[in-house]
């Protein structure tokens, strides 16, 4: 068996770490670029959202280079995210693509000897030790590589010479795929981090501060997002995303399979709202640009893929959200046929907006 799994952002960071503990041979497929879309589209229904466009791109082209099995993980509530497993598998079955699925799923009600169990498939009898002590350093390289990218986000605004954040983190995006196991891959993001940290910074400067909301994979992934943060970053702008690969890890994997209480400060400050969970991250998205706002914050940008049924939902919600706390929205929806010059135009009108805000603030005082 030598398994391969659709790419998610950095998680592929964190999914290598875990196979590399557990001895699976394994495949990672290119990352996302212009020829997976493609293949996606000509594999995929004309309506299927943008991720699973690109999630079947990326199996084709592992199972290409000699992938037999796709490791994914499941999903519950009313988001398409739920179905992927049985979409991909039926939607690759069609296509003549004769490759296996194994889904590590956490719903609600699962036992923590079940959610092993699913993980024994892939370990050829590798005792539970094993697998937990993998599975517990697999969690804390999602949450260094979370930190590492957040660090970016800040070093990107205030770097003395543009362009410094972006050589040291694309340094690392090439290197990280060529160390082996969890060990040296957190030595390694060490040794990243204090590259980030020695930049040279502008003191004394104020950068705009932008929330980053939406449906996870649009907000995780920068080929999908045009590369949303670093963007923002060269415009000088420090961008902060509260849904994260570890958070979804540990909120909504971890804590539900051993039953710990989960931090929902989000349905807390959404509920005024949106008082309900609805599916995929709407919630999230009302409640954590509610936060962004008390905290000061410039502005929010939602993102999500066009006919995402939770975000279309918290769309129509952020007007209230945005005259309420009065806070400036943009909403960027991206599919296969959207254009990165329009979209950039849009982010730069948007940060113009956001600095004569701060202007106008500032002349009044």
Same mark, same amino acid.
Request: charged share 20%; hydrophobic share 40%.
């Given at each position: 068996?030598?398994?391969?799994?659709?790419?998610?952002?950095?998680?592929?960071?964190?999914?290598?770490?875990?196979?590399?503990?557990?001895?699976?041979?394994?495949?990672?497929?290119?990352?996302?670029?212009?020829?997976?879309?493609?293949?996606?589209?000509?594999?995929?229904?004309?309506?299927?959202?943008?991720?699973?466009?690109?999630?079947?791109?990326?199996?084709?082209?592992?199972?290409?280079?000699?992938?037999?099995? /796709?490791?994914?993980?499941?999903?519950?509530?009313?988001?398409?995210?739920?179905?992927?497993?049985?979409?991909?598998?039926?939607?690759?079955?069609?296509?003549?693509?004769?490759?296996?699925?194994?889904?590590?799923?956490?719903?609600?009600?699962?036992?923590?000897?079940?959610?092993?169990?699913?993980?024994?498939?892939?370990?050829?009898?590798?005792?539970?030790?094993?697998?937990?002590?993998?599975?517990?350093?697999?969690?804390?390289?999602?949450?260094?590589?979370?930190?590492?990218?957040?660090?970016?986000?800040?070093?990107?605004?205030?770097?003395?010479?543009?362009?410094?954040?972006?050589?040291?983190?694309?340094?690392?995006?090439?290197?990280?795929?060529?160390?082996?196991?969890?060990?040296?891959?957190?030595?390694?993001?060490?040794?990243?981090?204090?590259?980030?940290?020695?930049?040279?910074?502008?003191?004394?400067?104020?950068?705009?501060?932008?929330?980053?909301?939406?449906?996870?994979?649009?907000?995780?992934?920068?080929?999908?997002?045009?590369?949303?943060?670093?963007?923002?970053?060269?415009?000088?702008?420090? /961008?902060?995303?509260?849904?994260?690969?570890?958070?979804? /890890?540990?909120?909504?994997?971890?804590?539900?399979?051993?039953?710990?209480?989960?931090?929902?400060?989000?349905?807390?400050?959404?509920?005024?709202?949106?008082?309900?969970?609805?599916?995929?991250?709407?919630?999230?998205?009302?409640?954590?640009?509610?936060?962004?706002?008390?905290?000061?914050?410039?502005?929010?940008?939602?993102?999500?893929?066009?006919?995402?049924?939770?975000?279309?939902?918290?769309?129509?919600?952020?007007?209230?959200?945005?005259?309420?706390?009065?806070?400036? /929205?943009?909403?960027?929806?991206?599919?296969?046929?959207?254009?990165?010059?329009?979209?950039?135009?849009?982010?730069?009108?948007?940060?113009?907006?956001?600095?004569?805000?701060?202007?106008?603030?500032?002349?009044?005082?």
């Amino acid at each position: 068996m030598k398994l391969t799994f659709p790419h998610l952002g950095n998680a592929y960071i964190a999914v290598k770490a875990l196979l590399d503990e557990l001895g699976v041979d394994y495949i990672i497929p290119p990352f996302n670029n212009k020829k997976a879309l493609e293949i996606g589209i000509k594999n995929s229904p004309e309506f299927a959202c943008l991720p699973l466009k690109i999630n079947i791109g990326n199996i084709i082209q592992a199972y290409r280079e000699g992938a037999d099995t /796709v490791l994914i993980t499941g999903g519950c509530g009313p988001c398409r995210f739920g179905y992927y497993c049985e979409m991909e598998r039926e939607i690759l079955q069609d296509a003549g693509y004769d490759i296996g699925f194994i889904t590590i799923d956490a719903p609600r009600g699962i036992s923590l000897k079940e959610y092993f169990s699913q993980l024994l498939k892939i370990t050829n009898g590798i005792n539970i030790y094993k697998i937990a002590k993998a599975v517990k350093n697999t969690t804390e390289i999602a949450i260094l590589v979370d930190q590492l990218e957040k660090l970016t986000f800040k070093m990107r605004s205030i770097e003395a010479c543009r362009g410094d954040t972006d050589s040291v983190y694309r340094d690392f995006q090439q290197e990280i795929r060529l160390i082996n196991g969890a060990q040296s891959i957190k030595k390694y993001i060490s040794q990243t981090s204090q590259k980030l940290t020695n930049i040279r910074c502008n003191t004394g400067i104020k950068p705009l501060k932008v929330g980053i909301v939406g449906e996870i994979y649009t907000t995780i992934d920068s080929y999908t997002s045009f590369n949303l943060d670093a963007r923002l970053g060269n415009m000088g702008v420090e /961008v902060d995303r509260s849904v994260t690969v570890s958070n979804w /890890v540990v909120e909504h994997m971890l804590k539900k399979v051993f039953h710990l209480p989960r931090d929902l400060k989000y349905a807390e400050a959404a509920k005024p709202y949106l008082g309900a969970m609805i599916g995929g991250h709407a919630q999230e998205t009302i409640g954590n640009s509610i936060m962004y706002s008390q905290k000061g914050y410039d502005g929010i940008v939602q993102i999500y893929p066009l006919t995402c049924m939770p975000e279309i939902v918290a769309q129509s919600i952020l007007p209230a959200v945005e005259n309420d706390y009065g806070i400036p /929205v943009l909403t960027l929806i991206i599919d296969e046929m959207t254009g990165e010059a329009g979209y950039l135009t849009r982010l730069e009108a948007f940060v113009d907006l956001l600095n004569k805000r701060r202007e106008m603030a500032a002349s009044d005082r």
